[in-house]
């Protein structure tokens, strides 16, 4: 069973600080990776997704990427209230495959 | 940008009822998904169509089933709802080679 793990939190940080959410995964030779967001209510929007080994960022946001450990995180910098939001780790398997494999996700609170 | 629409946000219907949730994109995606999501339990998958009137069953396929006649619109039906049916039912779609899944709003459906 391909798994994709994630602490649940809540992962509480101060408004300004940096939050760390962490995901690993169990097939090594899964493909892409994905960090969504989700509101309470509201559906997943995409926050940024890696296909490489090491670095990518985008604004605030920054994934990293260990193919070799088998995990990817996701620093939020100067994080802010409207960050507050669980955060969903999606990984695509290796092969012609449509399907992703999600995570439980990570429940974020900034405190002002 | 990507469009995904649902029918409807909000649902309540009774037990035994025939349901449909109808979900339309409108970036000519081959690949539509049907999920549902419960608390503690995450996104799980239910059916997938990866082309007009091809599908493939998902993780939690029973008691559901789908149509997809044109290449924007994948319909979920509950054939008979019962209670354990009640949840967030979302829709994402998502184009060959590109894997990123774009999801509508979601419909919370309530049976009761």
């Known amino acids: 069973q391909k798994e994709v793990e994630q602490n649940s939190g809540p992962l509480s940080v101060p408004e300004g600080a940096i939050a760390s959410l962490n995901c690993t995964y169990s097939?090594?030779?899964?493909?892409?990776f994905f960090w969504y967001r989700q509101y309470s209510g509201k559906s997943p929007e995409l926050i940024m997704f890696?296909?490489s080994n090491g670095d990518k960022e985008d604004g605030r946001f920054t994934a990293q990427l260990n193919k070799a450990s088998q995990y990817v995180s996701l620093l939020i910098r100067d994080s802010q209230p409207s960050d507050s939001a669980t955060y969903l780790c999606?990984?695509?398997?290796?092969?012609?495959?449509?399907?992703?494999?999600w995570g439980l996700g990570t429940s974020l609170a900034v405190n002002p | 940008d990507v469009k995904v629409t649902q029918s409807s946000r909000y649902l309540v219907k009774r037990t035994g009822e025939k349901v449909f949730l109808e979900c339309v994109q409108d970036?000519?995606?081959?690949?539509m998904f049907w999920y549902r999501q419960d608390p503690g339990l995450g996104l799980r998958l239910i059916y997938f169509?990866?082309?007009?009137?091809?599908?493939e069953k998902g993780d939690i396929p029973e008691g559901y089933s789908v149509s997809r006649e044109k290449k924007e619109r994948f319909s979920l039906i509950l054939e008979s709802a019962s209670t354990n049916q009640t949840s967030m039912y979302l829709c994402?779609?998502?184009?060959?080679?590109?894997?990123?899944?774009?999801f509508g709003p979601g419909t919370r459906l309530t049976v009761l």
């Open positions: 994402a779609s998502t184009g060959t080679g590109v894997h990123t899944q774009y």
């Open positions: 169509s990866y082309d007009v009137k091809m599908k």
């Open positions: 097939d090594r030779g899964s493909q892409s």
């Open positions: 999606a990984v695509r398997g290796a092969g012609n495959n449509r399907k992703l494999i």
């Open positions: 890696i296909y």
């Open positions: 970036m000519d995606h081959e690949n």
